[in-house]
């Protein structure tokens, strides 16, 4: 049985790199015909340098600075709810690493009341994430730099709400495939929605 989502709902996929967000946001998105934003496409395009370039800095150096992480979100939040007020819009998904409290309470801040939002938390064992790591390295499609060095530094510093005010948590371990994990989405999306 096809799961109900709300409309309009904003999906923030959130989590440390490697933790196999983007894939499992993106097919979500598809199924479910949202508009999607991957935080490193729109760095990326921000900075204009092509989708697959490689940009191996240290952690929160170059391309990925502080700042440059900041206009990020924010430009992923502005095309997010221009979007959805153009109207005729499921929703929105939005794929980067939300680390910090104050990016995630950006985004509850962003859109109205009348939208559901959901935090998915996507982690995974570090084993996985290594093995992920390496089959990006072989990827030259690979929009992502992130690398077991940007892990680490993302680890020291990255925040596991428990809570979120103004929207759902919902934490996911994504060892499992793909499809496994979509319903795994729609099951606990549709289930918090009915309960209000």
Known sequence: MLKKIPEPVVAVFFGLTGSGKSYLAHRWALKHNLYYLNSDEVRKQIAGVARESRHHVPFNQGLYSPEMTAR?????????????????????????SFGKDEQRDQVVAAFTASVAIFFIHCHCSEAVTRHRFTLRAEDDQAVSDGRWEIYLGQKRSFSVPRRISGARVISLDTDNAVEVLIDEVDEAISNRSARG
């Open 72 to 96: 990020t979100y924010r430009e992923m939040v502005d095309r997010g709810v221009r979007r959805s007020a153009e109207g005729g819009c499921a929703g929105v998904v939005l794929d980067g």
